[in-house]
C-alpha cells in the first residue's frame, strides 16, 4: 500500500520524499502529525495510520533518505542527520508546530527531533521502540523480528515490510543497523520536556512491555499505551485503534479539537 502524490525533497545534501495530507483551512486549529518509519522500510506501512489520522488532522509522511523511494546517500547517516532533514523538509513546508509519530527506529528520530526543536515539537508518540538496552544485539533482535512476522503480523504487513527491505537493499541496510543499534534511546528520551506516549501491541516481541513501562517512567511525561492482540506493526494491522489510542492522547495533553 503507497499513499499518491509524494514530492521529492532535499536538505543537507540528502533527498526523501514526503507525503502530505493537509486542510489548508483549518491549519492550525488541527494537531499536525509527522509519521516517521523505521529501518529498512518506508511510508508504505505507516499508510493506513495515515489516512485514519488524516480524518482529523494534517498528516506527513516520510520516506526517509536511502529507503522507499528516496535515493541512497553515499555515506552512513546519523540518527542527528536524519531529525534534521525532516525538521528543515518540514520548516520549509509550512509546517511550524508537529507531533512526531514514531516507529520502531522511527522512534528515534522523533526523539532526535523533539531535543532538536523544542519549540516546534508539540509532543511525541513512540510506537514500538528499539533498542531494548539489555538486548543491543544484532541476533537478539533478528530473532525477535522473525518471531514477531511468523506469528504476530498478516500477510499484508509482512508483504510491505520486507518488500521494502529488498528494495533498500543488505548494504544501505547493513550501513544503518549500527545507528539503530547505538542510538542511546532511553538516555535521550530522559532528556525530552515535552508528553510523550510509548505505545506498542500486545504480542510485540520487539518492544516487549517491561521496556515500554521503562521507557514511560523516564520520560518527563510519559504515558504508555497498549494495542490489544497486535504486533510490531500494529499501525498496520489496527490503523483505527492505533489512530484513536494517539489522537486521544494529543487531545487530552494538548487540547486540539481533534473531533472537528
Known amino acids: 500500500m503507497a499513499l499518491s502524490d509524494g514530492k521529492d525533497v532535499h536538505s543537507g545534501g540528502l533527498q526523501g520524499r514526503l507525503y502530505a495530507s493537509v ?7 488541527r494537531p499536525a502529525y509527522v509519521l516517521l518509519h523505521g529501518i529498512g522500510v518506508s511510508h508504505r ?10 480524518k482529523e488532522a494534517d498528516v506527513y509522511s516520510f520516506d526517509l533518505p536511502g529507503f522507499g523511494k528516496a535515493s541512497k546517500p553515499g555515506r552512513q547517516v546519523q540518527v542527528e542527520e536524519f531529525a534534521a532533514f525532516v525538521s528543515a523538509v518540514l520548516a520549509e513546508s509550512g509546517v511550524h508546530n508537529y507531533v512526531p509519530v514514531g516507529h520502531s527506529m522511527g522512534t ?93 501491541g500486545t504480542k510485540d516481541p520487539i518492544a516487549r512491555r517491561p521496556w515500554c513501562v521503562n521507557l514511560a517512567e523516564v520520560a518527563r511525561q510519559g504515558t504508555m499505551a497498549e494495542i490489544l492482540g497486535q504486533g510490531h506493526v500494529f499501525q498496520h494491522t489496527a490503523p483505527e485503534t492505533a489512530a484513536q489510542a494517539i489522537s486521544g492522547w494529543v487531545r487530552a495533553v494538548n487540547g486540539f479539537d481533534v473531533a472537528a
Open 108 to 200: 528515534q528520530f522523533a526523539v532526535q527531533l523533539a531535543l532538536q526543536e523544542p519549540g516546534r515539537v508539540d509532543g511525541v508518540v513512540l510506537m514500538g521502540p528499539v533498542v531494548e538496552t539489555s538486548r543491543k544485539s544484532v541476533g537478539r533482535q533478528a530473532m525477535a523480528l522473525t518471531r514477531d512476522s511468523m506469528f504476530s503480523e498478516s500477510l499484508t504487513s509482512n508483504a510491505i515490510v520486507f518488500s521494502d527491505y529488498f528494495r533498500a537493499g543488505p548494504r544501505w541496510y547493513l550501513t544503518e543497523l549500527p545507528v539503530m543499534m547505538e542510538y542511546p534511546l532511553e538516555e535521550r528520551l530522559a532528556e525530552v520536556t515535552q508528553p510523550v506516549l510509548v505505545l506498542r
Open 23 to 29: 486542510h489548508p483551512a483549518e491549519t492550525g486549529a
Open 45 to 54: 506501512y505507516l499508510a493506513r495510520l495515515h489516512q485514519e489520522l488524516a
